[in-house]
């Protein structure tokens, strides 16, 4: 089965600075995909940012960049330089094996502060 | 263009009775999704449709709960005999192939339906 562990429920960061939000995961498989998604208060998904696990290079997007550790099976997520904007709550998935779905955590919520 | 979108965006409905959520996915994404969202909780996978035909149902709770594609574009989640255990934010997304394990291929969300069961 897979799970994906977040073990952060709240983060503050001030607006400016970069904050790490941890994620941790667990799967059998070998093959597998990591998303991190954004929920503001609308409630709508936000993808922002994909690792595969075979990928040797840490992904980047932007401000977003994933902290990919195989052997520790972690994949944090780094927001540089934040906004406002980014308050919002940020979810970790999984997606992996032949499985099509996606497997979430339950979620960072992060509030940037002047 | 336009993306996932859902209706109703709110619905209430008594214990015991019957609800339908409608999703339209991204046209031209053959892959569809249903996800549900309990309060304080990430999205947890109900259902998944390739084309017209579920691929993956697995996270239905029980057969209260059904969904259908039946033209392999909008889909329609139902709910017999609602519970109050039943009240969450519904969600749907589509993708334009449905991937697995390391493919990358993202999955578009819509807004939700936000089910309140009395």
């Known amino acids: 089965a897979q799970k994906i562990t977040q073990t952060q429920p709240g983060m503050f960061v001030q607006e400016k600075e970069a904050v790490t939000l941890d994620c941790t995961y667990d799967t059998s498989d070998q093959s597998y995909g990591l998303f991190w998604y954004k929920q503001p208060s609308s409630g709508e998904m936000i993808f922002l940012i994909y690792q595969g696990s075979y990928d040797e290079q840490n992904a980047t997007e932007g401000r977003y960049s994933l902290n990919f550790q195989k052997a520790r099976k972690s994949a944090n997520l780094v927001i540089s330089a934040s906004q406002l904007g980014d308050s919002a709550m940020y979810f970790c998935?999984?997606?992996?094996?032949?499985?099509?779905?996606?497997?979430f955590g339950t979620g960072t919520r992060l509030q940037v502060t002047l | 263009g336009a993306g996932v979108s859902q209706t109703p965006s709110n619905k209430v409905t008594e214990k015991g009775k019957y609800v339908e959520l409608r999703c339209d996915p991204i046209?031209?994404?053959?892959?569809l999704y249903w996800y549900r969202q309990s309060l304080g909780q990430g999205p947890e996978f109900l259902i998944y449709?390739?084309?017209?035909?579920?691929?993956?149902d697995s996270g239905l709770p029980n057969d209260r709960f059904f969904a259908v594609r039946p033209e392999g574009s909008v889909s329609t989640l139902k709910i017999q005999r609602t519970e109050r255990g039943d009240s969450a934010v519904y969600l749907c997304?589509?993708?334009?192939?449905?991937?697995?394990?390391?493919?990358?291929?993202?999955?578009?969300f819509g807004p939700g339906t936000r089910l309140t069961v009395l």
């Open positions: 046209s031209g994404h053959t892959a």
């Open positions: 449709f390739q084309g017209t035909g579920a691929a993956d």
């Open positions: 998935a999984m997606r992996s094996g032949t499985a099509s779905k996606l497997t």
């Open positions: 997304a589509s993708s334009s192939r449905p991937g697995t394990g390391i493919s990358y291929n993202e999955q578009f």
